[in-house]
């Protein structure tokens, strides 16, 4: 059964990602995060490789970027991305949606 790894809040995110072999909850205020941003990406699946979507999460708590992929999140991805749309006009954080943009 999938579960969801990302929760809004008004100002507050609470973001569950893997990091190693463990699994890394991590709760960000809007003013602990530098850029949300959409971009295509290509995944693999069934030893080929597909088109496909990622959400990137940039902030200052961490070396690399949080990434979201649409295949390991598919039940909640669509969901995700208007609530980090909303959460990034309603908190005035840096947004960039690259998925038109790409071709």
Not at 34 to 53: L, M
Not at 85 to 91: C, G, L, M, V, Y
């Amino acid at each position: 059964m999938a579960q969801r790894h990302v929760f809004f809040d008004k100002t507050e995110l609470v973001l569950g990602f893997p990091q190693g072999k463990k699994f890394v909850t991590m709760n960000l205020t809007y003013n602990q995060i530098t850029r949300i941003q959409f971009d295509k990406c290509t995944e693999f699946k069934f030893f080929r490789k597909v088109p496909s979507e990622k959400i990137t999460i940039v902030t200052p708590k961490r070396g690399e970027p949080i990434v979201y992929t649409k295949l390991k999140e598919k039940n909640f991805f669509e969901e995700y991305k208007a609530g980090f749309e909303k959460f990034a006009r309603d908190n005035r954080i840096t947004f960039q949606n690259n998925l038109d943009s790409a071709e």
